[in-house]
């Protein structure tokens, strides 16, 4: 059976499906064409349910319900894992609502959390997220929302924290920060989803058994990264929630559901 699936270039990602893509692990009976995309690019492609299986923003799942379930298994979530907003000068709040920002993509978690944080900053523009460090630094926006890799890197090129916007959540919540998940078509036979699921689960818990040795699968995906950032990112982004939600991740999904008014009826992951 072949399957389409999509997932983002980051070492988190590659890290996770790289038993699958290499066929570490025995994938029988099925079969994937991996596409590799930056999280907006993904959230559109679930927007147009084109793909599969699909890596996509927790803030955008709500948006496809009626398409997507999310697996338990592939996903990230955690706590100190959230985007964090920077700027060139030091942090000042007086006339925040005056200030552009430059956003990951509309439909992105990090979006999601930045308006939870700071709903009066309203004059946001999308760049790729790999982009919005050099944004802010030449002056195009004010400010700047970082994910992945990033918030290792924006205080050597001489730009402040304004906020974390995950810590926000998690003070305000309790709760870990959903930030993206795997989500699989629900026309999808439940069994089949189980065992996708469950292929997931062994590819991470090979690439911990063989870590903190980077395959060339993540190395020539992540070439700009030197590889201890690469690390910092798998250390960070691969937890246990990357295995399974578990309760508390169930509820912080459930919660962002909540503040965005979601009230379908469907059921949020597969049994």
Same mark, same amino acid.
């Given at each position: 059976?072949?399957?389409?699936?999509?997932?983002? !270039?980051? !070492?988190?990602?590659?890290?996770?499906?790289?038993?699958?893509?290499?066929?570490?692990?025995?994938?029988?009976?099925? #079969?994937?064409?991996?596409?590799?995309?930056?999280? #907006?690019?993904?959230?559109?492609?679930?927007?147009?349910?084109?793909?599969?299986?699909?890596?996509?923003?927790?803030?955008?799942?709500?948006?496809?319900?009626?398409?997507?379930?999310?697996?338990?298994?592939? %996903?990230?979530?955690?706590?100190?894992?959230?985007?964090?907003?920077?700027?060139?000068?030091?942090?000042?709040?007086?006339?925040?609502?005056?200030?552009?920002?430059?956003? !990951?993509?509309?439909?992105?978690?990090?979006?999601?959390?930045?308006?939870?944080?700071?709903?009066?900053?309203?004059?946001?523009?999308?760049?790729?997220?790999?982009?919005?460090?050099? &944004?802010?630094?030449?002056?195009?926006?004010?400010? %700047?929302?970082?994910?992945? #890799?990033?918030?290792?890197?924006?205080? #050597?090129? %001489?730009?402040?924290?304004?906020?974390?916007?995950?810590?926000?959540?998690?003070?305000?919540?309790?709760?870990?920060?959903?930030?993206?998940?795997?989500?699989?078509?629900?026309?999808?036979?439940?069994?089949?989803?189980?065992?996708?699921?469950?292929?997931?689960?062994?590819?991470?818990?090979?690439?911990?058994?063989?870590?903190?040795?980077? +395959?060339?699968?993540?190395?020539?995906?992540?070439?700009?990264? +030197?590889?201890?950032?690469?690390?910092?990112?798998?250390?960070?982004?691969?937890?246990?929630?990357?295995?399974? !939600?578990?309760?508390?991740?169930?509820?912080?999904?459930?919660?962002? %559901?909540?503040?965005?008014?979601?009230?379908?009826?469907? &059921?949020?992951?597969?049994?």
């Amino acid at each position: 059976m072949k399957l389409r699936i999509g997932i983002s !270039p980051c !070492p988190n990602d590659t890290f996770i499906f790289d038993a699958m893509y290499s066929k570490l692990i025995d994938i029988s009976p099925f #079969e994937f064409e991996f596409v590799f995309a930056d999280v #907006e690019t993904l959230n559109q492609l679930a927007a147009r349910s084109e793909l599969d299986i699909i890596k996509l923003s927790y803030a955008n799942y709500f948006n496809v319900l009626d398409n997507y379930i999310m697996l338990r298994s592939g %996903g990230a979530m955690g706590e100190g894992v959230g985007p964090i907003l920077i700027g060139k000068q030091i942090a000042n709040f007086e006339n925040i609502s005056s200030l552009s920002v430059a956003i !990951p993509g509309i439909h992105t978690t990090a979006n999601f959390l930045l308006s939870y944080a700071l709903p009066q900053l309203k004059n946001k523009i999308p760049f790729t997220f790999s982009l919005i460090e050099e &944004t802010v630094l030449q002056g195009q926006t004010d400010l %700047g929302v970082i994910i992945h #890799e990033n918030r290792f890197t924006y205080q #050597e090129k %001489g730009l402040h924290k304004w906020m974390d916007l995950g810590e926000y959540w998690e003070q305000k919540t309790k709760l870990p920060i959903p930030l993206g998940g795997i989500a699989i078509k629900r026309k999808i036979d439940s069994n089949l989803q189980q065992q996708i699921n469950h292929l997931i689960k062994q590819s991470i818990l090979f690439a911990q058994h063989r870590y903190p040795v980077l +395959s060339d699968f993540i190395t020539q995906h992540s070439q700009e990264m +030197s590889e201890e950032v690469m690390k910092k990112h798998i250390n960070l982004y691969v937890n246990t929630y990357s295995i399974e !939600p578990g309760e508390k991740g169930i509820k912080a999904v459930e919660m962002m %559901g909540e503040i965005l008014h979601h009230n379908s009826q469907h &059921t949020l992951f597969i049994n």
